[in-house]
């Protein structure tokens, strides 16, 4: 069955470092999520992404954050100054958004703890 | 924006058990999406629902719909160590991209 992949599974940074997060989507899938689970919290969304540009972002999803599509299959999350506060679970999810049915398909994660 | 809230937070049930979670948004349901967690992995879709009044089962698990209310719940008929987890309810709304999940209740079950 086809599956999202997430590098890396787990990543230990220094704060003020700047880090990537990578997913590699369905391959028929068109629409890209990122979202963010601080222990023990809810799922929060960050980023949608279509047809090489942002649809939509949280609040959460500030000028240290970005989303790149930088070949056909990579989708990469980039945090350039990391802080504290950004230790979290990265979930990186892709659908084919077929209208009324949007199912999502989620990546295992990557964990990202700064110190 | 629109708000997810689901009930109970968290919930230990003896093996056998039936169990019910629910989920209300704050606004206008166009369709309503429940997934499992498993702790520290990915989220796995459970049903969908679109419409008013569907009902939808997998194995021991229905979901329902209930559009008025703007509430849906989830029911576990007999449960058993397998179903334990973190169920999320999400949402998206026509026309936008942002895809947003339940606060989430942790289902425990003792054998």
């Known amino acids: 069955e086809p599956e999202v992949t997430q590098t890396p599974s787990h990543q230990v940074t220094q704060m003020g470092q700047e880090v990537i997060l990578r997913c590699v989507p369905i391959s028929n899938h068109l629409y890209f999520y990122w979202y963010r689970q601080i222990l023990g919290q809810k799922v929060e969304f960050l980023v949608s992404?279509?047809?090489?540009?942002?649809?939509?972002k949280s609040e959460i999803f500030d000028d240290q954050f970005s989303v790149e599509r930088p070949d056909g299959s990579n989708f990469t999350l980039k945090i350039r100054s990391t802080k504290l506060e950004d230790s979290a679970m990265y979930f990186c999810a892709s659908s084919e958004n077929r209208a009324g049915a949007n199912v999502l398909t989620f990546g295992a994660g990557s964990r990202l703890t700064v110190l | 924006s629109q708000e997810l809230e689901q009930s109970p937070q968290s919930l230990i049930v003896q093996e056998g058990k039936n169990l019910t979670i629910n989920c209300t948004s704050s606004k206008t349901l166009y369709g309503l999406y429940w997934y499992k967690q498993k702790y520290g992995e990915g989220l796995i879709f459970l049903m969908m629902?679109?419409?008013?009044?569907e009902e939808k089962s997998h194995e021991k698990i229905t979901a329902k719909l209930d559009e008025k209310k703007q509430q849906s719940s989830l029911h576990i008929t007999a449960s058993q160590p397998s179903h334990a987890g973190i169920y999320l309810c999400g949402a998206d709304r026509p026309g936008t991209y942002k895809y947003i999940f339940g606060t989430g209740t942790r289902l425990k079950v003792l054998a």
């Open positions: 992404f279509y047809n090489n540009e942002i649809s939509e």
């Open positions: 629902l679109q419409k008013g009044g």
